[in-house]
């Protein structure tokens, strides 16, 4: 059974870091792709950052400050956070792409393996 499994969430001050994590079973990041997206209670999920075998893609609200990353080894995905803004408060997912060599990107609709997601707080 796949799953992928958040963590690194928590409560922040504005201008700190968070890093979260996404570790995999099954199907590789490195042939799917990845993607963490975020949902705000009664707003819809929006895309933060994903990553596939043709590079990484932002939301122009987290580029600069968010960065992706794959461990292929440890079937893990990262999400570097800096400069967090008390805006950044939701819920974090992370996704994993449907089709092998795919490049998913921004939509959601194109991942078929989601997270149980792992909140994150800025305090401002």
């Known amino acids: 059974q796949v799953q992928l499994v958040e963590s690194g969430g928590g409560l922040v001050q504005a201008g700190g870091s968070l890093r979260l994590s996404c570790a995999a079973s099954?199907?590789?990041?490195?042939?799917?792709?990845a993607g963490w997206f975020r949902q705000v209670l009664g707003k819809e999920r929006e895309f933060v950052a994903a990553?596939?075998?043709?590079?990484?893609l932002y939301a122009d609200f987290v580029r600069g400050r968010f960065t992706i990353s794959t461990d292929n080894a440890k079937n893990t995905v990262y999400l570097q956070m800096n400069s967090l803004k008390s805006e950044d408060t939701a819920l974090y997912y992370c996704?994993?792409?449907?089709?092998?060599?795919?490049?998913?990107?921004?939509?959601?609709?194109?991942?078929?393996?989601w997270g149980q997601g792992t909140q994150v707080t800025v305090s401002s």
């Open positions: 990553i596939s075998w043709s590079g990484s």
């Open positions: 996704a994993r792409g449907r089709r092998r060599g795919g490049n998913p990107g921004a939509t959601a609709s194109l991942y078929d393996d």
């Open positions: 099954g199907r590789t990041f490195r042939m799917y792709g």
